[in-house]
């Protein structure tokens, strides 16, 4: 038996640092997924992406068995962003649906899990 989450995440185009904080958590943390070792990757729109012109925003797409969504969001929220505000995550589980993040999502969510001082 699975329980599959796709995770779909867009960004800025210029969002290196955030991306290696979160696959570190990804191949690193028994605790975030059943298989660790699976970091995100950026999803090619070339080929999809109509226009005359490029996008300024990256899509990061991957599938996850058994994913911890509130940590893995707790990750995207303590990530080194530049552009916090070009965050946002889809996430479409085989258990509990699709539910869709923007930074001010990410960010109550993270302040949720903060302790009280």
């Known amino acids: 038996m699975s329980c599959v989450t796709e995770v779909y995440l867009i960004t800025d185009n210029n969002e290196a640092a955030a991306l290696a904080y979160i696959n570190a958590h990804l191949c690193n943390d028994q605790d975030t997924l059943s298989a660790p070792n699976r970091a995100?990757?950026?999803?090619?729109?070339?080929?999809?992406?109509?226009?005359?012109?490029?996008?300024?925003?990256?899509?990061?797409?991957?599938?996850?068995?058994?994913?911890?969504?509130?940590?893995?969001?707790?990750?995207?929220?303590?990530?080194?962003?530049?552009?916090?505000?070009?965050?946002?995550?889809?996430?479409?589980?085989?258990?509990?649906?699709?539910?869709?993040?923007?930074?001010?999502?990410?960010?109550a969510q993270k302040r949720t899990a903060e302790p009280e001082a």
């Not at 999809?48 to 969001?73: E, H, I, M, P, W």
Request: glycine fraction near 6%.
């Open 40 to 107: 995100l990757r950026p999803c090619v729109l070339a080929v999809v992406v109509a226009g005359t012109k490029g996008t300024s925003r990256q899509v990061y797409v991957a599938g996850y068995n058994y994913l911890r969504v509130d940590l893995f969001v707790q990750s995207i929220a303590s990530a080194p962003w530049e552009y916090p505000e070009c965050v946002v995550l889809l996430l479409d589980s085989d258990s509990d649906g699709q539910h869709l993040y923007t930074w001010d999502d990410i960010a």
